[in-house]
């Protein structure tokens, strides 16, 4: 290893050492990017790992809310924002149990370098709270947002840092943190926020364009090979409006989704998630209940495997994981390779633990392309958003649409160029990082030690 990459990881692992998931994205990065330090020493010079690892601020508050019954309940609020050398901070909010000071500084860390693939001029930046939205109602969701941006709100603006949603912040919530933070201001500073409506500012596209935008990037992967999307069969973990985009962007250009993962189990159906009635009915099981998949397989006669994922499965040609972190382990990465599949194309945020992404990597017959590229239209279409809302503009999906891919495909050939240029081959994954983190250090160099 880099004699710099071993000293700074040495020295983040005993600062950081309950921080299981940001380790594991910094180690991740920083051992990809070894050809890129050995080419560049003044990087070591200006200490920009050690600068790289650091966020520049990090924001950690009480959220005091009220239920239905009248009872308080505290949560804790969080905002990372991360490196702001590109522009605004830039990043979503999660509310979910799981949500911890590590989840979220491993987030804005592979925000800085999503947000860098872009070209965008963003910064990197995540939010959000362990408060669960599942079950509560709209009054006691929209308590608990006024609550967050109550304290939020002195550390967000159009110029300074633009949260979006993430898992458990859709449209309905960032309505809700919008409206508190407007009548904050008393300004409709609509570039504040993005994933709103298009009633109060947003993009049209922005729901699908997570998954819209990581089909875009498997079709140049699939160009490389001389393959057309057409007739591929795909199978996905995640059926929010990550996997519900990817469902939907697939059907639309002959590909289908024919199997797809949920907490209790998972669907296989044959025929593939391709209809306008079955992409309806996503929205609607996911709305009454996001924790179970089966009513899909009850409604359409399609097959459900309680309790288990379905890596490993042999009839799909690519595998999508949208779900979470570390969905795929090493056990599963092996059933994985041992499918004789040729497409790995992560869409979760860190949807792979280490060992399993070394090993997939390691597996000739694999193509493996990293979420911090495949996913990276999300945010994209949001910083669109921010700047149709400083045009006072709103532009057609079409117009959208054209961007989108456009964003994707200088993604991906970036990712390309920068794994030959360090003689790679052809790495998507270290060609990503490479690139992220070359856009980043060079803006931090110039703008000097701060």
């Known amino acids: ?94 509310f979910d149990p799981s949500v911890n000071l590590s989840i979220i500084k491993f987030l804005g860390f592979e925000q800085t370098f999503k947000d860098a693939l ?22 006691e969701i929209m ?10 709100q002195r550390h967000i603006g159009q110029d300074i840092d633009c949260p979006a949603g993430d898992i458990g912040v859709g449209g309905r919530e960032v309505g ?31 729901p699908e364009a997570t998954g819209y935008g990581a089909v875009y990037y498997l079709e140049e992967v699939l160009k490389h090979d001389g393959e057309d999307i057409k007739g591929k069969k795909i199978a996905i973990s995640g059926y929010g409006n990550v996997g519900w985009g990817i469902m939907k962007k697939a059907a639309e250009l002959g590909a289908a989704v024919t199997y797809f993962a949920g907490p209790d189990g998972y669907i296989y159906d044959p025929e593939g998630v391709v209809t306008e009635e079955k992409l309806n009915y996503i929205l609607e099981m996911r709305a009454k209940d996001p924790m179970h998949c089966k009513p899909y397989a009850d409604k359409f006669g399609a097959t459900f495997v309680p309790g288990t994922k379905c890596w490993g499965v042999k009839d799909v040609d690519i595998y999508m994981p949208a779900a979470t972190q570390n ?23 860190m949807p792979t633990t280490n060992e ?23 945010v994209s279409v949001s910083e669109l958003e921010m700047a149709q809302n400083a045009e006072r503009l709103y532009w057609t999906a079409e117009e959208v649409d054209a961007q989108m891919h456009k964003i994707m495909k200088n993604i991906y050939n970036a ?24 856009k980043v250090a060079d803006a931090m160099l110039a703008q000097g030690i701060f």
């Open 415 to 438: 990712s390309v160029e920068a794994a030959e240029r360090y003689g790679l081959g052809y790495d998507l994954v270290a060609g990503a990082n490479i690139a992220g983190f070359q």
């Open 1 to 94: 290893m880099n004699a710099y990459v071993e000293r700074v990881l040495a020295e983040t692992k005993a600062k950081n050492a309950n921080e299981p998931e940001f380790l594991q994205t910094v180690e991740e990065v920083f051992k990809s990017v070894e050809p890129l330090l050995d080419a560049h020493p003044e990087y070591e010079d200006a200490c920009i790992l050690e600068r790289m690892v650091e966020p520049e601020r990090v924001v950690e508050f009480r959220v005091t809310w009220m239920d239905d019954q009248l009872k308080h309940h505290v949560n804790r609020g969080y905002r990372v924002q991360y490196n702001a050398s590109l522009g605004p901070y830039k990043g979503g909010l999660r």
């Open 143 to 152: 308590r608990f947002c006024q609550s967050f941006m109550t304290e939020l």
């Open 356 to 378: 399993a992404l070394e090993f997939l990597k390691s597996q000739k017959h694999i193509i493996v392309a990293p979420s911090k590229a495949v996913n990276a239209c999300g």
């Open 176 to 206: 809700y943190l919008y409206g508190q933070y407007r009548r904050i201001k008393g300004a409709a500073e609509f570039g504040a926020l993005s994933g709103k409506a298009l009633t109060t500012g947003g993009s049209i596209l922005r």
């Open 118 to 139: 872009t070209c965008l001029p963003i910064g990197g930046a995540k939010g959000g709270s362990d408060f669960d939205p599942k079950g509560k109602s709209d009054g």
């Open 327 to 349: 969905d795929v382990n090493l056990e599963w990465a092996k059933k994985i390779a041992e499918s004789g599949v040729r497409y790995y194309i992560e869409v979760a945020n």
